[in-house]
């Protein structure tokens, strides 16, 4: 999909007429595919203009007879994109633009994958909702159980948000679950959210929120024994964020204030620290460790460890995997015990936690992720 600065920039100044922002912003938009109303040309205009745009995208569209037409009665009035129309901004640009098929695009825009129906999903389903929003759907012959609603960003647009659990903890069940997931509904982005093991280092805390960058199978390798000495030998294929998202996520790291508004609205216990966001190595096997000196032998290897679970990097992979049109992955999981010290005290703090940050951090941050939807 080409971004509308790139046809902005294809020609001067002086030829940015509104007819050619107007049937790019259309392109853009895929109007040749879903209808699209004047709001959404509007506010993609915008977002790269400010206040230089058409002053009534309406009548323009209505005089652009050959180049577009009401498709959808509405209210809102919506338009598509006619063969001409797309023929008269090649003319226009010169480039040569190509057109996206159904199968090349996004039907949904966030998809999450929890492992655990509670507290993790239920937590989602409270911070995305409000709760009795969410509607199931799909059909028995899929393996999961989906539900739906829609999720308003800060600037107003609404999202389509997809949600399932695997059928059971691990790599391999969040792997296929991802895979149907993406198979189906097509989410411009995946997200992981729940609970993990953190360490110690760093100054965590319960509650703080860890996002895998990378993702690391730390289960993958050799095991050898030589000179009487068993070791193993780690062979891991890494899998980190997409390059956009890590950016944005930098801002929330360290003692962010969303963090503290986050925790105004738990009605339990918080611990007496500040929560935080913590961005590096997370591991992922399909073992549940409570014993430190695990923890230390995986920090041999990645000494930037932040924490461990169980599901992130088959997400990761699922997602690394997926058909064109791929989507981005994060995974946003909240530390609820440290390995070597198990407890369920803090589980519905963490899942809270990780749940609440993922959507206040999508709704404020949706449209520097996808600028043209």
């Known amino acids: 999909m080409i971004d509308i600065s790139v046809l902005i920039s294809a020609v001067k100044p002086k030829e940015r007429t509104d007819q050619y922002l107007i049937l790019s912003a259309l392109f ?78 996004f039907k949904s825009d966030v998809g999450i994958v929890c492992a655990l129906e509670y507290p993790e999903l239920e937590a989602v389903m409270v911070a995305a909702g409000p709760k009795s929003n969410w509607k199931e759907i799909g059909d028995g012959r899929h393996t999961h159980v989906y539900r739906e609603t829609v999720m308003r960003t800060s600037t107003g647009t609404d999202l389509r948000v997809i949600a399932t659990t695997s059928t059971s903890m691990g790599l391999t069940a969040a792997a296929i679950a991802t895979t149907q997931l993406v198979l189906q509904f097509r989410p411009r982005l995946v997200a992981m959210i729940g609970i993990a093991a953190g360490t110690r280092s760093g100054g965590k805390t319960f509650g703080d929120v860890l996002v895998a960058d990378p993702s690391v199978d730390y289960n993958s ?39 503290d508004e986050i925790r105004k609205r738990w009605r339990g216990a918080v611990p007496p620290e500040r929560n ?49 049109p791929k989507p981005r992955a994060a995974s946003f999981k909240a530390v609820c015990d440290f390995a070597a010290e198990k407890s369920d005290s803090w589980q519905e703090y963490a899942a809270f936690m990780a749940a609440e940050f993922a959507t206040e951090f999508l709704k404020r941050e949706w449209t520097a992720l996808w600028p043209a939807t």
């Open 221 to 259: 390798g050799k095991v050898v024994f030589a000179q009487g000495v068993r070791d193993f030998q780690p062979d891991p294929y890494p899998i980190g964020l997409n390059p956009r998202v890590r950016s944005l996520l930098q801002k929330y790291r360290g003692t962010h204030p969303v963090f």
């Open 28 to 105: 853009v938009l895929d109007a040749h595919l879903q209808p699209v109303a004047a709001k959404q040309v509007a506010d993609l205009l915008t977002l790269h203009l400010g206040t230089k745009i058409p002053s009534n995208i309406n009548a323009s569209l209505r005089a652009y007879k050959a180049y577009a037409y009401p498709a959808e009665k509405g209210p809102p009035l919506r338009w598509s994109l006619t063969d001409k129309g797309v023929e008269q901004l090649r003319t226009l640009s010169g480039l040569s633009l190509q057109l996206s098929s159904d199968a090349d695009r």
């Open 276 to 324: 935080r966001l913590h961005v590096g190595p997370v591991g992922a096997a399909d073992q549940v460790i409570d014993d430190a000196t695990r923890i230390l032998e995986i920090q041999k290897n990645w000494r930037k460890l932040i924490g461990v679970e169980m599901e992130t990097y088959g997400v990761y992979r699922a997602v690394y995997e997926a058909p064109e």
